[in-house]
């Protein structure tokens, strides 16, 4: 594969101007091929062409024929390095939805691995939530059914990137789709996640054995660490702008959740709060 690719990247490196054209009848081009294998190099030296040639990063927000960006496709295949540099050289793909309403952080949510979800957050949390962690709202739902990104984390058996989710933004779970069917909802209607050939899974481990899961704390006081310091340094070029002083606030830090309680419980904990 690797002298098929070097094939390829010095096809490109002559004929530059064919590397936005569609490769696929799905109007895949050459970089959303790149990102669906594991190694990184191929994407790396695509991009380099782009870098050598000066095109507009316009080229990398290019959709196939379903409007996937190739953030989208590098979180399906789940190509961390993929995520990595494509979100270092250009955030705004982390923004751009698909023709389902889908943005990257969307579909990495129901398909990828947690890290990568954490990676898309935590490089670039101005894109991805407000000033207090909430999500959002361009990667709360998807349009064609207003699927929330909890339940796309359920439906695709990502219970950690879940928790993650939740230990961000509670709102969450009050979601619900465009036929009224809630997370809790969904979770309990789904047969796969009791049935006994899964004993070990991490739905069964969350819910009864409530092993304790880290990465959700860690996760909140990062971002919210970068996000003060995006708003503080936002906040002083205002002052600045004005001739007013530097009068900076911090967002303040929750208490924390008890980390061993399962995903189910806590859903019936966030639910029974809302009904008060």
């Known amino acids: 594969m690797e ?15 064919k590397i936005d054209s569609p490769v696929t009848p799905s109007k895949d081009t050459v970089i959303h091929l790149a990102v669906q294998f594991k190694t990184e190099q191929p ?32 979180t399906i295949h789940g190509n961390y390095e993929a995520v990595r540099i494509l979100v270092e050289r250009c955030p705004d793909l982390i923004t751009i939805s698909n023709q389902f309403g889908e943005t990257p952080l969307f579909t990495a949510a129901g398909f990828a691995d947690t890290e ?11 894109k991805c939530v407000h000033d207090k962690c909430r999500i959002l ?44 069917i809630s997370t ?39 971002v919210k660490s970068k996000v003060e310091s995006c708003r503080r340094a936002r ?3 205002g002052d600045l702008e004005s001739g007013q002083g530097r009068n900076s606030g911090d967002l303040g830090s929750d208490s924390e959740r008890n980390q061993r309680g399962g995903l189910l419980n806590y859903l019936k904990v966030l639910k029974g709060i809302g009904h008060k």
């Open 43 to 74: 994407l790396k030296a695509l991009l380099e062409i782009l870098k050598e040639r000066y095109l507009p990063e316009a080229f990398l927000k290019k959709g196939n024929e379903f409007g996937n960006t190739a953030l989208h496709e590098a």
């Open 235 to 237: 906040k002083e070029v």
């Open 116 to 126: 990568i979800v954490e990676l898309l957050i935590t490089s670039k949390p101005e």
């Open 3 to 17: 002298g098929d690719w070097q094939s390829v990247i010095d096809y490109y490196r002559e004929h530059f101007k």
């Open 184 to 222: 809790l909802q969904l979770l309990a209607e789904m047969p796969a996640a009791f049935e006994s050939e899964f004993p070990m899974g991490m739905f069964e481990r969350l819910i009864y054995y409530r092993l304790p899961v880290p990465h959700p704390c860690e996760v909140k006081l990062k």
């Open 137 to 180: 709202s361009i990667h709360r739902k998807r349009m064609v059914d207003n699927l929330s990104i909890l339940s796309a984390a359920i439906i695709g058996q990502k219970f950690e990137t879940a928790l993650l989710l939740l230990e961000l933004d509670e709102s969450l779970a009050s979601l619900k789709d465009r036929n009224q």
